[in-house]
């Protein structure tokens, strides 16, 4: 870990400012992962803002009848608020099957959206990686990809975003809102906050340098039954292999999101649109464009099996 | 003390301390944080700085250049020690196949090229990103797939005993198998394997003049001492090493490793003590492994289930002068049959060493043996249990001269069964239902090795009158300290808390050590050895003539008179010292282990995920000295079949040539979700061949066979075979039925 | 698939590959390389207040939680398993809640109240829950054994506060103490000698007690 120096920012727009003028700065919310990347050196910044004071810490109803989550509610504290429970029960769902009790209760909302991509070669520092260092190569493409994305990747990278919540932020749609070094702010819709890798995996997001996520809003309960499917190689404490998010209305529509596929929360209009026909119309569409490797070419069946469940589960009587 | 024949009646026979489940004298430490663990020593020597391993970052080659000047320059650092400062490799430790430092040769990814020491960790830490360093690279072999076809045959040994020559048959295999009516000829896979013990590597390391002191988390401090006097070319008697609380082994910390090698090397260089803990993104690939294996297994039998024709051949991969995965020793000796064949193929890898896991050999060579009897069994239309019960042997079926010394493998199958409530099972497959649940039970057998070996202790009656043990005998998590004060409390006549016990120091009598599951009955048995000779020397100090003295309850008898034992010391403390020596006791009988594994999965139709939900071991293990301890010792080795069975696997990347899942987020081992209650029965059948103690190993007992279980349960859950561990949902996925 | 042939690949890595550690170094942003890099390292004042002893400390940036309380304060109960929150040994309880001590730097925890395993009880005065790992033999090793005990301890207090979990069944009603939910809730504490099923009845012990 290269050495830095710290302090604690007082306000949004002032930790924005600091960051937008300061060489080699980042914001320290939470640190789950940014520490775990600084102790390998494949972040190193030379001087960390923490915004752990900026009191961004409430939920609160908004004039749209939503929720404004604040950047800096813990993972823990937005799974069990009450209104996040009873109305928007896919994103309860998505943040507790993440992570493990003692990194809920430290990751922030914010954080958890800017997770980086769990790629095993993006994590060793002696390997090429595209997102690591542009232009080293990707040594995922050809090398162990089990984990990996199998859509929406490029020749330059087969990452995926691995974080669970922004799955279920997918399908309610919600806006991620932030402030500029120049006091301005700005909502991002979801659906655009992430990006695909392309010919700059380096870039995970739509962020711009200095620009602080101040919270997330969510739009008024869609209603509807909701879930959150998880896929993994163990029971808990895992990384998804094939995560699905869903809402399903009385009628069988919906929407749908799907986790450890792609470098962003992939969700495809055409394949929402075809829920009622069932998980194969969804996955047929939603995994058109699919360009998986040989170990991992099987998440498309698995989110096509898992989604079938989902549906299975909103067909079943309530107990 | 010599032992050459069986065990007659003794005193540990009383079992008013031995044999009672007993909580470990050693857990108020453990679940209070205040049990030391190597790089935890502050109190041992000040002024210590902290060392960082550097890895090599190419799997095979050479270095070409080092530049450490920006990391000498960087704050805080003391020193920066590289593998360049040494003209060729340092000699090899016991058992070590990779150099682990010294030399400009890279042998494996990750190896130790350098360590940097500094005064705080993060300086240390810092300063080795610093370091740049640039290598010839040279193309390597690192798919086992691709080199088996062309390995050679090779007899070998695990390192912990089970020699074989290249191509081991009895009777006429070829001609026994083409006439049975019945059989089964597959070839099987199982992954490379990682230890991923809690505890890191560790150690810390004081040079006084010529003489070094490492604290440091070993399993075998006899042999360990020896390696590192042969690394650092000092004589034995210049290094010293204290271990007395390991944070998990598994095999993995059975031989010198990179960190005290480093931490030697570097607190010479620094001239001031230096403490290291590999980080643990390092470990998987700079350490050992338990090595893949492709197993080809062809059982034929006759149509009532008796085995005529038994093959089991296996392949593994390994550096130049490794050793194979022994995966076809317990196949020698576990079923009966009158023709047999087995034999073991190596191919050079260039991957890191493969070394001793956790039941070497049986772990992956019963994952497919049981496997193949799973699939006989249902060839045939028989129960599982039958054709196991059937095919049992009392005698070698190599060697039918040499019987087995106690051998109680189908009560283990029938009261496991019993228990498990077995009768329940649907023999054929992908039958039962529950909601979106297949519902599937399996089981399989367990064997492994008992393995005698000479084990020493000290013992000393203080003025106090309380009891002090000292052995350089390791506890990984066995159940040592208690073990050992259970056995100086029951010879001794005193109670369990009279006892004190020291391990892990060099200076004590050299132990058994822990491996192969063989710590517990050798070393309780030096310690019944020393024991008798205290028992001497207070009768003598008390003046009892007679043979007939009584020690119990704190108080020595005979012929009617009585005194305090704490008497016997009241002029000084008596010490007393011997050891254990099986002579030919192990060879005589043929030593083994046995268990009977049931399991009952759950299989998510949707998704192919699997759930455990019942686990049960019949075990036959000797004399259980602390049924508490001992069950720990198998629901552990159980939990660790769950992670063999269902999700541990060293993912190889054969262009780079390294294990690419190196931390323990990416390598997955199973968490408390994974993991329901378990159960374990012992069945009572003391082994008067095996040591005074009429004990045997059960803590790699407890794995063997507990994959195989799983993956029967599986496919009788499923109806769909998977052969290739781990059974990932990957792998039988679109063969469940369809559900979309 | 994604194309590219595999020989192709491993010769044009092979070239990256020989330059390993250097890659690590370059790989430093150009802006990071500014005038403060090669000075000593910063530091700054922490006061924590762990099992309720007040500490002022003086203490490099980077020092993480975990370290300054084994390395500076010789709390050495927690422990350290994999320093990048993938095992649960470093878990320690701040301000009430549990949380891995190794991702999280001491200068975060200004004022804040730690408590660590040694702050729950003592060898002469075990904590019911340690009592409890001894009674059921909830440990072998030791080594994840504090970091299990600590978030034991949190569990419980979680299941009691109503927390929720992954395995509830319905989102809107307040958790139990069965097997099931603290197998989930523990799900962060990696035992790879596998006490799992004794920590277990340890902790339903000490539940059934409470309840």
Redesign the interface.
Known sequence: MKSFTYERATSPAQAAAIVARTPGAKFLGGGTNLLDLMKLEIETPTHLVDVQDLKLDRIEKTREGGLRIGALVTNTALSADERVRRDYGVLARAIQAGASGQLRNKATTAGNLLQRTRCPYFYDPNMPCNKRKPGSGCSAIGGYSRQLAVVGSSDKCIATYPGDMAQAMRVLDAAVETVKADGTTRAIPIADFHRLPGDRPEIDNVLERGELITGIALPKPLGGQHFYQKVRDRASYAFALVSVAAVIQKDGSGRVSFGGVAHKPWRVAAADAALPQGAQAVAQRAFAEARPTEDNRFKIPLATRALASVIAQAKAPRA | MKFDQPAGTNPIDQLKVVGRPTSRIDGPLKTTGTAPYAYERHDVVPNQAYGYIVGAAVAKGRIRRMDTSAAKAAPGVVTVVTTLDFPKPLPLGMQNIAHLFGGADVAHYHQAIAVVVADTFEQARAAAALIRTDYDRVPGRFDLAREAPNAPLEGGSSGEGSAAPAIDRIGDFAKAFAAAPVKVDRTYTTPDESHMMMEPFATIASWDGDKVTLWTSNQMIAWSKGSLAKILSIPPENVRLDSPYIGGGFGGKLFVRADAVCAALAARAARRPVKIAMQRPLMANNSTHRPATIQHVRLGATKDGRLTAIAHSSTSGNLPEGKPETAVSQTKLFYAAPNRETYMKLAVLDLPEGNAMRAPGEAPGLMVLEMAMDELAEALDMDPVELRAINDTQVDPEKPGTPFSERHYVECLRTGAGRFGWSRRNPKPAQVREGRWLIGMGMAGGFRGNILTKSAARIRLERNGRLTVETDMTDIGTGTYTILAQTAAEMMGVPLSQVDVKLGDSDFPKSAGSGGQWGANNATAGLYAACMKLREAVAQQLGFNSADVAFADGKVSAGGRSAALAEAARAGPLTAEDGFDPTDMGERWQQATFAAHFVEVAVDSFTGETRIRRMLAACDAGRILNPKAARSQVIGAMTMGVGAALMEELAVDTRFGFFVNHDLASYEVPVHADIPHQEVIFLDFPDDKSSPMKAKGVGELGLCGVGAAIANAIYNATGVRVRDYPITLDKHLEKLPQVA | ????S?EF??S???V??????????????A??Q?P???????T?PVTLTVNGTRHDLTL?????LL?TL??HL????????????????C?VIVNG????S????A??HQGDKVT???G?????K?HPM??A???H?G????????GQ?C?AV??LD?IRR???????AD??EKPGFT??E???????????????????DAMSDVAGERA
Do not use: W
């Open positions: 698939m994604v194309s590219g595999a690949e491993i044009r890595r092979g990256l590959a020989c330059s390993g550690a250097a890659v690590a170094l370059t790989a430093v942003p802006e990071a500014g403060t890099a090669a000075a000593a390292p910063a700054l490099d940036t980077r020092t993480t370290d084994r390395e010789h709390l050495t109960g927690t422990k350290k398993g994999c320093d990048h929150g993938q095992c649960g040994a878990t809640e549990r949380i891995n190794c991702l999280s730097l200068v975060q660590t395993i040694e729950l009880g003592t060898p002469d075990l340690q009592a790992f001894v009674k033999d440990f072998q090793c030791g080594y994840c054994t504090p005990i978030s949190s569990v979680e109503g927390i929720p979990s992954h395995v509830q989102l809107t097997n099931i603290m197998r989930e809730r523990m799900s962060g504490n990696i035992c790879r000698c596998g006490a799992y099923s004794n920590i277990l």
